[in-house]
């Protein structure tokens, strides 16, 4: 649509009256029928507020974006760790690893995340992290240790909570990561693979020196994408008690009883990061396919 | 790793060995994993009641049978999908067709309606839907979830018609502007019919992660599938065979229904398009 063009014709003008009217009916039926009065000056104060000893620190809100944004970055890091092996798995020549990988994929693609989320949560946490001793390392390390692992995953005491929630999202998320990157690898024509066979390179090299370079262009975009269902999807942790952005709004809309705000802030807050990550990643897939062009 | 080509035939019995060698070492693991769950559960001294699980499904009662929870729950489940699956075909189709057409009113429209639910989590959609405009709408929990799961997937549906709307020659729109067609019989009679059958795979890849999504519903109680699921563990505590049954369930309703796609997709071919 060019701006040249712009022409204020009789379905604008119907789509605009139907906007308002619906918008206006309800806040006409939140006043007239629910009684709410809007407060909006009470959030500020639930990302910052003002302690009397310690100064300035996060509340409840901005610890639960902080929550959010750590779960991506380490999500999105062990994600593509696991997407990466199960995805060379699935297009790998012995079928052990095929069927391996076929049906991971298959069956996290298949069952609902929540329900999935709800089994291996229950196996993460009263299995793994007994094994891995979690908490008594905790319990045994030193202040510098905790302070470098409170900046990297939030409260030490929660740590193990927020690694069994880390890992499921990351196991969920794998699945999908898997099979972009076997999309990715099979998107590269036959010839690249008989030509490097033809030049005498046996598969491996092959696939390491010749295709993956190539797959990468094809899969950074998609792998955007899916960092961005990443942050979404880490909504679904709050329901395993992670304390994150959700989790918070949860929490807040209860005790504070300002629900209407606290939700549409907490929902604003989670648009403003994916919308802008999605808008920087566009950017920067812009400025990568323009310099290839040159 | 597709093999060197030219892989001499005397090498088959090897290869049908190496087959046969991976089969078994799969299902090894398979059973390694089943192993390691019975071991883990048995160090937390979980008692396995599978026995019992079949009454949660239904049993006959006087010769006529009656449906247990999950079975009416996962009635829910499709009555929910089926009633939201509708709804998203009317939001998606209406937000492709009014970001085709020449308003500007109706292009922003649809532009702010898909990126605000593409950039936001389902869950915090739901919670808006439930928490601020159910109460104010006097919705009750079944029609907010059906709304939220709709505009959610609605979406997603716009991109899909987009595309299928787009996939059509352009031969098509000019054949019929010369035969002065007016644009709603343009779009009735010559490019919708078409492209349902474009849009017809991709929007049953919707309709099974609409069937995933639905499961989201039972955080505002609506007593769906999973819902029924959580209940019965709460009062029985067998979280693991519940919870595998729930799963089988879903993955049950899903794979079938990807069958059926599939079938659909083979007895209607593909017809005109492409050649016009």
């Known amino acids: 649509m060019s701006w040249r063009k712009l022409r204020f014709g009789w379905l604008d003008a119907l789509i605009l009256a139907v906007v308002a009217g619906l918008v206006g009916y309800v806040f006409y039926r939140a006043q007239s029928h629910f009684h709410y009065s809007w407060d909006w000056r009470l959030i500020p104060g639930y990302f910052v507020r003002h302690d009397p000893e310690r100064g300035w620190i996060l509340n409840l809100l901005g610890q639960g974006f902080l929550a959010t944004v750590r779960l991506a970055l380490w999500g999105g890091l062990l994600a593509a760790a696991i997407g990466g092996v199960m995805g060379l798995c699935r297009i790998s020549g012995s079928l052990f690893l095929r069927l391996l990988g076929r049906s991971y994929v298959e069956l996290v693609r298949n069952t609902p995340p929540l329900v999935f989320i709800f089994i291996f949560y229950f196996f993460l946490s009263g299995q793994l992290m007994p094994v891995l001793d979690v908490e008594s390392r905790i319990a045994r390390a030193s202040p510098e240790t905790l302070q470098v692992l409170a900046l990297l995953f939030g409260q030490p005491d929660l740590l193990p909570n927020f690694l069994s929630g880390l890992i499921c999202l990351a196991l969920f998320e794998g699945a999908y990561v898997a099979e972009i990157v076997r999309a990715g690898i099979e998107s590269i024509p036959r010839?690249?693979?008989?030509?490097?066979?033809?030049?005498?390179?046996?598969?491996?090299?092959?696939?390491?020196?010749?295709?993956?370079?190539?797959?990468?262009?094809?899969?950074?975009?998609?792998?955007?994408?899916?960092f961005i269902s990443l942050i979404k999807d880490s909504a679904l942790i709050s329901l395993i008690s992670i304390q994150e952005l959700t989790f918070a709004g949860t929490e807040l809309a209860v005790s504070s009883g300002r629900v209407f705000e606290v939700w549409l802030t907490v929902a604003a807050l989670y648009f403003l990061l994916c919308f802008g990550l999605a808008r920087l990643f566009r950017r920067l897939e812009w400025r990568l396919a323009r310099r290839r062009d040159r | 790793m597709p093999d060197p080509a030219g892989r001499r035939a005397s090498d088959d019995r090897r290869r049908r060995w190496r087959t046969a060698c991976d089969g078994l070492a799969f299902l090894a693991v398979l059973v390694g994993s089943g192993w390691l769950l019975y071991a883990g559960a048995s160090e937390l001294q979980y008692n396995w009641q599978w026995y019992r699980v079949p009454q949660y499904l239904g049993r006959f009662e006087g010769g006529e049978f009656r449906a247990g929870p999950l079975l009416r729950g996962l009635g829910v489940t499709l009555e929910l999908t089926g009633w939201s699956l509708l709804l998203t075909v009317v939001f998606g189709l209406a937000a492709a067709l009014s970001q085709r057409s020449a308003s500007w009113a109706g292009h922003a429209l649809a532009r702010v309606y898909v990126e605000i639910v593409r950039n936001t989590p389902m869950l915090v959609q739901l919670y808006l839907v439930y928490f601020v405009l159910a109460p104010i709408l006097g919705m009750d929990r079944f029609v907010a979830a059906v709304l939220a799961l709709a505009l959610f997937e609605g979406a997603f549906a716009a991109e899909i018609f987009r595309a299928g709307i787009e996939a059509i020659p352009r031969g098509q729109w000019e054949a019929a502007d010369a035969l002065g067609l007016s644009r709603y019989a343009v779009y009735r009679r010559v490019i919708l019919p078409q492209a349902v059958r474009l849009v017809l795979p991709p929007l049953t890849g919707l309709a099974v992660s609409l069937i995933k999504h639905s499961a989201l519903v039972s955080v505002i109680a609506v007593a769906d599938l999973t819902t029924e699921g959580r209940n019965l563990i709460a009062d029985t505590f067998m979280t693991f065979e519940l919870w595998f049954t729930v799963a089988a369930l879903y993955l049950a309703l899903t794979t079938s229904l990807s069958m059926l796609a599939s079938w659909l997709e083979r007895r209607l071919p593909l017809r005109g398009v492409g050649n016009g």
């Open chain 1, 191 to 226: 010839g690249q693979w008989e030509g490097a066979a033809a030049l005498g390179l046996p598969p491996r090299p092959t696939l390491a020196k010749i295709i993956l370079p190539q797959a990468l262009r094809a899969v950074v975009p998609p792998l955007a994408g899916q």
